[in-house]
């Protein structure tokens, strides 16, 4: 058998890469609070929102489909996007991103209070640069967001990889975050969101942003 070259490599390339923070635990724990207050009273109060839902056969609720200026609705969204504003700035500047001049901004904001059993099944986000996820509360077994290789398509003949490759090797990773965790990815990474096997609800607040110039 001929030798292995001594000082053989392998270069990572067309890396596909997902921004994770956590808020939780700083000083920005109250704006959580007041923003979990928020999304329960517009999940008790939103019958538009609850009928959208019913009508999407989404389990739950989401004000995706009744309120389209969450920022305009309650301060505690006003106070989100100045946080995410920021956030998306570092985003960008580490992904190493030529804005040519342009600015990252808000397009739209919506809350998600999945219930017992629900799912949002694989989708991207079309017409936006960046999308998102602030977890607001994250019960135990209440799953994870679970990213695709991009590359899926091409991948007809390659051989599986195994079940303990690491995750920059499997075709499709989960990560499960909590209370606190913010989430940000280039919108064209297509993501579900696993299977909310809790007793009880997990609330997110999603968002996308698009490049202006
Ligand atoms: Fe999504």
């Known amino acids: 058998m001929r030798e292995l070259p001594a000082a053989a490599t392998l270069t990572p390339l067309f890396v596909?890469?997902?921004?994770?923070?956590?808020l939780g635990g700083t000083g920005l724990d109250s704006l959580i609070v007041q923003l979990d207050k928020v999304c329960e009273k517009m999940a008790s109060q939103d019958a538009e929102g609850k009928g959208w839902a019913d009508r999407q056969g989404y389990i739950g609720y989401t004000s995706y489909g009744s309120i389209d200026d969450l920022v305009a609705f309650d301060p505690?969204?006003?106070?989100?996007?100045s946080v995410l504003n920021v956030q998306m700035l570092a985003v960008a500047k580490m992904l190493e991103m030529d804005l040519r001049?342009?600015?990252?901004?808000?397009?739209?904001?919506?809350?998600?209070?999945?219930?017992?059993?629900?799912?949002?099944?694989?989708?991207?986000?079309p017409h936006s640069v960046f999308s998102g996820t602030l977890y607001i509360?994250?019960?135990n077994?209440?799953?994870?967001?679970?990213?695709?290789?991009?590359?899926?398509?091409?991948?007809?003949?390659?051989?599986?990889?195994?079940?303990?490759?690491?995750?920059?090797?499997?075709?499709?990773v989960p990560i499960a975050p909590q209370r606190g965790t913010l989430l940000i990815w280039e919108s064209w990474l297509r993501?579900?969101?696993?299977?909310?096997?809790?007793?009880?609800h997990r609330t997110s607040?999603?968002?996308?942003?698009?490049l202006k110039t």
Do not use: C
């Open 16 to 22: 596909t890469e997902v921004y994770r923070t956590e």
């Open 191 to 200: 993501h579900e969101v696993a299977t909310n096997r809790a007793a009880t």
């Open 76 to 81: 505690a969204f006003a106070d989100l996007k």
């Open 205 to 210: 607040i999603s968002f996308n942003y698009d």
């Open 101 to 125: 001049g342009g600015t990252l901004e808000l397009t739209n904001m919506w809350v998600n209070r999945l219930a017992p059993g629900g799912a949002h099944t694989g989708h991207i986000h």
């Open 141 to 172: 077994g209440s799953g994870a967001l679970q990213f695709e290789d991009p590359r899926l398509g091409f991948m007809m003949h390659a051989p599986m990889r195994t079940a303990n490759a690491r995750p920059h090797r499997q075709i499709s």
């Open 137 to 139: 509360n994250v019960p």
